[in-house]
């Protein structure tokens, strides 16, 4: 038997042994959390129609074609995205390398050398061809590699993890922005139509004065209505501008690009749907930052037991197999030669002034943080979900009374117009109806957006990913 066929029958047994070897260090294990059973906070009245939220593209609930065409533009073009992805590409190369570690590493190699060394070879020229294949092998006995492939593993999901909070976060980034451009389309559209109504009321009074009806006072507070109400429309004008920018660079485009939305005025988008409510268990385990701090978790338990193999021996084989070809043409002289080479190192820390010791109090001190950052992370999300179901629910209250509130300032309003148009009062309680009508009116397009917000972070705490580009 060859010395290269026993090598590889010596490999072939030490790898067996590595893999049914141990491996230093703590094992990991998903730390329990003790987590409710039930939400303290009860979820909003479930509309009729009882549909139920697609969690993969949960923005389809809205039925706005518009919202869904930018939120897929966003989920393909965002740069914050693109960077997230092309992290995972990095992390799963680092893995592969990692894990390549635990095998032999194998490589050929030629040279060619020809020269004329001097006195060795009496002036003469010698030429030396050589070829050999070589093999080196770091013998993982304490498992500090795998514990390193371990790592690599968890670092790869938590990066994972984060791609797809980063998803989430940008979907309802891009759908709350969009609500709020429709929001400020809405209520500049209704101060416009108000300011109308105002400037026509101030013509009348106008005409009312000229004719000895009204005083001078009530044309001044019909004017000042007026100019104050058409005040307010440059602001929402700015509002519903800045809103498409930073929409434009959700979508990883210039500024300015959503110019045709800004300007074509579009319902708030409402849904007749509400997210599914699972039960708080089931939610952790969907939440993606969740599993990002879980995986991280995992990796810095593996890197202990990395930093606790470094106090261990290492032990290294070489080999090397090859034919060498002389020739020293002086002395007619050429042979050709079968080469081998067989070695072993064993190296171990032995006075180090707690160097190592001090790399294990770190991961130990790591893993500590990354346990409590998991824990932290945790009841953050149950946190934020009773939160959204709080919100959604009080401003669902808010909706319906201001709609109440809505109809009962319309209808003062005209109280107050007849009763001024026929001498029964001053100007005073028509400007007071109409101002009141105009706050309220903004108010309910303002509590319309947030209740759609409020859908949107409840998806977003429930963990609802959408459709994601493939990363592979």
């Not at 050398?113 to 061809?129: F, K, M, W």
């Not at 939305?261 to 939440?287: H, Q, Y």
Request: net charge negative.
């Amino acid at each position: 038997m060859s010395c290269f066929h026993r090598y590889t029958r010596s490999l072939t047994v030490a790898y067996i042994f590595l893999l049914t070897g141990c491996a230093v260090g703590p094992d990991y294990a998903l730390p329990h959390i003790d987590l409710p059973s039930l939400w303290r906070e009860a979820p909003p009245k479930e509309p009729e129609t009882n549909i139920e939220s697609d969690r993969a593209a949960w923005w389809n609930d809205f039925d706005d074609p518009t919202m869904t065409s930018l939120i897929e533009r966003a989920l393909a073009n965002n740069e914050n995205l693109a960077i997230a992805a092309a992290r995972i590409v990095e992390v799963r190369g680092l893995r592969e390398s990692a894990f390549g570690s635990l095998f032999p590493q194998i490589g050929a190699g030629v040279e060619a050398d020809r020269g004329d060394p001097g006195t060795v070879t009496t002036n003469s020229i010698l030429s030396i061809y050589q070829g050999a294949f070589d093999a080196s092998w770091e013998i993982d006995l304490f498992g500090g590699n795998r514990r390193k492939v371990e790592a690599e593993d968890a670092t790869t999901g938590a990066v994972e993890a984060a791609y797809r909070d980063a998803s989430l976060s940008l979907a309802a980034e891009v759908a709350r922005e969009y609500i709020m451009l429709r929001q400020f389309q809405a209520q500049m559209e209704v101060t416009r139509q108000t300011a109308d109504i105002q400037n026509h009321l101030y013509d009348i009074t106008q005409d009312h004065y000229k004719g000895g009806l009204v005083s001078a006072l009530d044309v001044a507070q019909s004017e000042a209505l007026y100019k104050t109400t058409a005040s307010r429309i440059p602001d929402f004008e700015r509002q519903v501008t800045a809103s498409s920018y930073r929409l434009s660079i959700l979508l990883g485009e210039n500024p300015g690009g959503l110019a045709d939305i800004a300007a074509n005025i579009g319902p708030i988008p409402s849904s007749e749907s509400l997210p599914v409510l699972d039960a708080p268990a089931d939610i952790m385990r969907r939440r993606p930052d969740v599993a990002e701090a879980e995986r991280d978790l995992a990796a810095a338990t593996a890197l202990q037991g990395v930093a606790i193999s470094e106090l261990y021996p290492k032990i290294s084989l070489s080999a090397l197999l090859g034919t060498q070809h002389g020739t020293l043409p002086v002395f007619k002289y050429a042979a050709t030669h079968q080469i081998w080479d067989l070695g072993a190192n064993v190296t171990m820390p032995i006075l180090n002034f707690g160097s190592i010791e001090g790399q294990i109090n770190a991961a130990d001190a790591r893993q500590v943080q990354a346990l409590h950052h998991y824990k932290q992370t945790v009841l953050q999300a149950l946190a934020d979900v009773e939160t959204d179901l709080s919100n959604l629910s009080k401003e669902a209250q808010k909706d319906d009374a201001l709609r109440e509130a809505g109809k009962s300032a319309d209808h003062a309003v005209n109280i107050a117009r007849d009763r001024y148009r026929n001498g029964l009062s001053d100007f005073t309680s028509v400007l007071q109806a109409e101002q009141q009508s105009f706050t309220v009116q903004l108010d309910l397009i303002s509590s319309q957006s947030t209740v759609s917000q409020d859908v949107i972070a409840l998806h977003k705490a429930l963990g609802d990913n959408p459709v994601l580009k493939t990363t592979e």
